[in-house]
């Protein structure tokens, strides 16, 4: 008898070990939420094989190589474009190759239905930041946000100092506005389905009668959003990345122009940062806020692949990249903002908070929702 | 024991597999159709599936279910005119561009053909090595070098002058500066050296006898162009005509540099700029590519069916009497000097000057670095990468990549032609034979982007068909036509007897190919090694859609560096591949003899 139920112990141990092996990667994480620093070091160590990461920022392969060094990790690191790393994931998690443990990426709509919907990616909250990070910011977690801004040339006289984005839709601004094309970038895109929200809609119509002190009039367009789309796309000229739009913006010879790209841009060593005002800071300044959105801004998220073969290294990676260190490179220049609160804002630049009620955020499902319509919209101002 | 086959068609058969011909030809009949047919299928497949992300919203179907919707999107929807915009629209700009960039190239490069050939033009040596350069440079060269050279602050994005602008002060209008103009003339310059090569191996084939006859009668000279020269050239005008269009129609890098900034879309680019969010769209347009392109290999098969007559008369005439341009003579060569220095050399001197520039417009000496070639701790610029390219482990990565890929896909492309050359010949007129050509050539007409978006699909179905694997089967199958026909044409000349001295002597196939065929038509057969794999360094819009990562190779490297706005490095990349590409030919010339104009030329 006693044999049996040793036998029938072991049996027990040998089922409930190799249930515990086949344990998800979504369960490792839930479970290691409540981990302390020391216990997630101990888990990570104890893997082997290199540590992979995907991020759609070069920084990420900054961030990777630091965390390498600081726990003697082999690790691989990829920039990538978003396309490229669903379509990675997707090939790695279906064929069950060995791939990324860990992703970084931007695009909360296409990471709604294309990684978190299928259970490609899988979120982890570190213990260190629950306290730190806004709530809404936790589930997918969002590492930091970044910002486009309105940005204009302050050379010669017809300086455009707006405080109302119904001015970027008057004749003179014709020709005079710079956005890389939304069909180039999704972020870009995303943000202007928000606008056709009923919130932003409706934010567009009051400051619309704020600045002509009238009812606006929609005509074909079914609301305030999509007819100032329809209208500031029809006075853009479109550039194919953020990158050279600043650099040109930036140049004596593009006085009387302006635009609407990535605040970080302005660090970069190709840019002439004097001849550039930004809108939001200007505001800030004066008291005067550009009505009623001085740009938009959207979220970085970091996440587990499903199919993550150093699981707890990718844990104890998010944990590092959400501290101090780990932001640091994006930090240490304008323009990015982490999510958690215990990191200030650089110093010139505002704080997440200022931004957040100054700008356009995302709502992934609603983009989800309307992004067909407004894809097609946008396609008719794009000519 | 049941056997399907009597002893009669056994001994039949096997009298059949006891060619080595036929062994080729079945071979490479069932590869090609696996290569070609079945992921064209795939392809059609993929416009009626559902793909995860948004168009599971969009249809409210699950991944993997049949729809039409990506079919009525794109062909029948009316709102917003977006099958108009996102369609018809682009289709009429590709046959605007394809139409005029073909009428350019065979118009210039027939033109320097019959002066290269049939005048006593000056400089020939020079303008016939050079010439072949901008085909040999990747298509995006002169188009990013248009853009630097012309764009000024009243168009486009419009925030900086160019050279043109700012050295010369003069502005040229939109049209010249983006959108179809200079694409047409872009793609149209980049495909002139291969009509140039085409025609001019015909002309120089051609028996001159004809023309000489109608010398000695006295006919003018224009005459004789009219009624003699031009009728017989004018089968493979015709041919090269359609080449062209079809290269043309899937020109890619060109309309992204030159369209962009204007919104002017063609295919390609909508294709690129639906296939993230709606890859059923995206095949869509793919199938409508591939639809042209079939439509013109049956075309062209029609007019190549009845150039054989011509070519038939081939054997160089002794001696053609040049035609004397006299007065025109040296302005002549003078212009196409000028032109050639314009398309072929200027722009490798802006893109040395453009990488080594920290802000843009800035040619002051205060303002120049070689940080982007070796630099290190480049943090300070911040433009993605801390090393300049040359020291730089991704770079280096890639060059050595690009570089094992084209050497892989000259090697399989370039034997498989010589195989497929010899089989055809030696079976030709049989339908098995006229089969393996034709599907040996299809890939030539594929639109690149369209054959790249095939595999694709292909890849997602197929285990293990992925990175360098996929890569080498595309860039194989894509280039064979290249090489196939070289090697037809080289076994052409080959006379049989030499063959089958051999065969009765009891030499086996594979010693009769190695020690008598390969070593007597070297340089053609190597020709045919050395397109694929110069094609295969500068190519782009095949691999765009494939490669594991941008920093795969070093093409898409360069393209992503172009799309963060990360300029010079992206100078100073493009510059790498060109001369890589430069030195490949010129080695490969040099030590075997062979050439680009042999390979291609018929």
Known sequence: MKKFVSLLLALMLVLTSSFAMAESVADLAKAAESMTHDELVEKALAEEGTFIVYGNTSRIVTAAEAFSALYNIPFEGSNLKDAEIYTKLANEIEGKAKGADMVMIQDGASLQSMAIDTGYLVNFVPASVKATVAEGDQNPLIHQFINKVFIWNNKGENVPAITNVWQLTEPQYKGNIVFKAPDAEQVNMNFLVMLTSEEWSGKLAEAYKNLYGKEIELGDCENAGYKWIAEFLGNCVFGNSDTTLAEELSQETAAGKLGLFVLSKLRSSSVYTENLTVGQYLASETGTAIEPFSGFMYPMYAMLSSNASRPYTAMLFIEYLMGADGFHPWGKSIGAYSTNTAIAPLEGDLALDVWKSSLVMEDPEYILDNYEDVYSFVTMYLQ | ?602
Not at chain 2, 499 to 518: C, N, S, T
Request: with cysteine; hydrophobic share 50%; glycine share 8%.
């Open chain 2, 1 to 602: 024991m049941l056997n399907p086959f009597s002893s009669r068609q056994r001994a039949r058969l096997r009298a059949f597999f006891s060619k080595p011909a036929n062994i080729i030809l079945v071979v490479f009949f069932v590869a090609l159709c696996f290569l070609t047919l079945y992921p064209l299928i795939l392809l059609f497949l993929e416009t009626v599936t559902v793909h995860a992300g948004k168009e599971m919203r969009a249809t409210k179907l699950g991944a993997g279910s049949l729809t039409l919707y990506s079919l009525e999107r794109i062909f029948a929807t009316a709102k917003n005119s977006y099958s108009s915009l996102t369609f018809y629209e682009p289709l009429m700009n590709t046959m605007a561009v394809a139409i005029t960039a073909s009428m350019i190239s065979i118009i210039f490069g027939g033109s320097v053909a019959w002066l290269i050939t049939r005048t006593n033009l000056k400089f020939k040596k020079f303008i016939s090595t050079v010439f072949v350069f901008p085909y040999i440079m990747p298509a995006w060269t002169l188009a990013t070098f248009w853009q630097t050279f012309f764009k000024n602050v009243n168009v486009g994005a419009g925030t900086s002058n160019g050279i043109m602008a700012s050295v010369f002060g003069v502005y040229m209008p939109e049209w010249f500066v983006y959108g179809y103009f200079p694409i047409s003339l872009v793609i149209g310059l980049h495909y002139a050296p291969f009509a140039y090569i085409l025609i001019g191996g015909i002309l120089r084939n051609m028996d001159a006898n004809l023309e000489e006859a109608a010398t000695i009668l006295k006919t003018p000279r224009w005459r004789v162009m009219l009624r003699i020269t031009l009728p017989i050239v004018k089968p493979a005008l015709l041919s090269t005509l359609l080449l062209v269009f079809s290269s043309a129609m899937s020109a890619y890098s060109v309309p992204v540099f030159l369209g962009s900034p204007v919104r002017y879309y063609v295919l390609s680019t909508k294709m690129m700029s639906l296939i993230n969010n709606y890859p059923g769209q995206g095949y869509v347009i793919a199938a409508v590519m591939i639809i042209f392109g079939v439509t013109i290999l049956a075309v062209n098969q029609r007019i190549t069916g009845s150039r054989k007559s011509y070519t038939t008369v081939t054997g160089k005439s002794s001696q053609i009497s040049l035609v004397n341009l006299r007065k025109l003579n040296v302005p002549i060569a003078v212009i196409l000097t000028v032109i050639l220095l314009m398309v072929a050399v200027v722009p490798l001197l802006t893109f040395a000057m453009e990488s080594v520039i920290i802000k843009a417009g800035d040619y002051s000496l205060s303002n120049m670095t070689l940080d982007f070639w070796i630099g290190t701790n480049l943090d300070y610029l911040d433009q993605g990468d801390s090393t300049g390219i040359l020291l730089s482990a991704k770079v280096l990565k890639a060059l050595g990549f690009s570089l094992l890929l084209a050497i892989t896909c000259s090697v399989i492309a370039g034997t498989s032609g010589v195989l497929v050359g010899y089989g055809i010949v030696k079976r030709r007129g049989s339908k098995l034979a006229t089969a393996v050509s034709n599907l040996s050539f299809f890939p030539y007409l594929m639109p690149s982007l369209a054959f790249g978006a095939i595999y694709l699909a292909m890849s997602t179905r197929i285990p293990g068909l992925q990175g360098f694997v996929v890569l080498a089967l595309i860039g194989s199958v894509k280039y064979l036509p290249f090489a196939s026909r070289s090697g037809v044409n080289a076994m052409l000349q080959l006379s049989g007897e030499i063959e089958e001295a051999a065969v009765i002597v009891g030499v086996p196939w594979y010693k009769r190919m190695l020690r008598i065929l390969f070593p007597i038509q070297k340089s053609s057969f190597l020709s045919g090694y050395l397109l694929p794999m110069v094609s295969c360094m500068r190519e782009l819009s095949l691999f765009v859609l494939l490669v594991p990562t941008s920093n795969t190779l070093l093409t898409t490297m360069l393209m992503q560096y172009s799309e963060k706005g990360w300029a010079q490095f992206g100078n100073a990349i493009n510059l790498l591949i060109i001369v890589v590409v430069l030195l490949v030919n010129f080695l490969v010339n040099k030590l075997t003899g062979a050439s680009i104009d042999k390979g291609v030329g018929g």
